[in-house]
């Protein structure tokens, strides 16, 4: 019998009794494989490296202004939120109102690549889910560095890929969402940070068994597959829907997401300390 066939054959014994089973030999393969919420261990970081009343934090590319009220109410810290958008930053004006914490935190419009900040002005750098789209890798993080005290430190959470991750496959969604190729390689990363005078304190993923910064999955990790395939196979109706850029986008941000559910991404967590001059 040749190699094949008895793969063959030793796959069909275990799967037919295996899928026939009572249904709680199966279950635990839906049970979650454990992890956090990311809101939880990111922000456990800044406050494991000092940060708290009279300390000075930086949200770069604060967005909606949702990462920095969190941190403001659970670090009491003061608080500088930095993004290029103006609608961005009016809308985190009327969340930080809302939440009654104009006393501590300053909103200014600008990018990683220049902060509008003075030298070694703040503790902390908070740098979520926005650093794939930097071009400038070494110079976005020697503005981080700029800003940070001696000794200071800083969070990056951004996407690294894996050796799943084809680069055909890597190419195709990255250019549609505007993300840069060489932030996805952890080694690149690690490079840059040493570069500017970043040491790396922690780092981890938030896939990799054993992480401290394992994250549990959701139910929408699934609906990315099924919105995907959906409009795979109705690609004629839904682009005469949407039109043919949206049609592009969605899809590639559907197979992003993906990439993540399958293992050919993660997310890497670095904690970093500026080097003493």
């Given at each position: 019998m ?62 909606k ?72 890798i ?8 700029r ?94 829907r ?36």
């Amino acid at each position: 019998m040749s190699d094949r066939k008895e793969r063959i054959e030793a796959f069909y014994r275990f799967l037919w009794p295996f899928l026939a089973a009572d249904k709680s030999e199966y279950a635990y393969l839906d049970e979650s494989p454990g992890g956090r919420p990311a809101s939880e261990f990111l922000g456990e970081i800044p406050a494991r490296r000092g940060i708290g009343a009279g300390s000075r934090l930086v949200d770069v590319g604060c967005g909606k202004g949702k990462q920095l009220v969190e941190l403001g109410k659970r670090l009491g810290c003061d608080l500088i939120g930095v993004d290029p958008l103006e609608q961005n930053l009016e809308l985190a004006a009327e969340r930080v109102r809302k939440e009654s914490l104009q006393q501590r935190v300053i909103l200014r419009k600008g990018s990683i690549e220049k902060l509008p900040l003075e030298d070694a002005s703040v503790d902390f750098v908070w740098c979520l889910d926005m650093f794939n789209h930097v071009e400038d890798i070494e110079g976005a993080l020697a503005e981080c560095a700029r800003v940070l005290k001696p000794g200071g430190s800083m969070m990056n959470c951004s996407a690294v890929g894996t050796d799943l991750l084809e680069p055909r496959e890597a190419r195709r969604v990255t250019d549609r969402l505007g993300i840069n190729l060489d932030t996805l390689s952890q080694e690149r990363m690690a490079a840059a940070f040493q570069a500017v005078g970043l040491r790396i304190v922690e780092y981890g993923t938030t896939t990799d068994e054993g992480s401290p910064f394992l994250e549990v999955f959701d139910d929408d990790m699934a609906r990315h597959a099924l919105r995907f395939g959906k409009m795979r196979r109705s690609r004629s109706r839904m682009t005469a829907r949407l039109g043919q850029e949206a049609f592009d986008i969605l899809s590639a941000y559907d197979e992003w997401n993906i990439f993540l559910l399958l293992g050919k991404t993660t997310y890497g967590v670095w904690v970093l300390e500026r080097v003493r001059s």
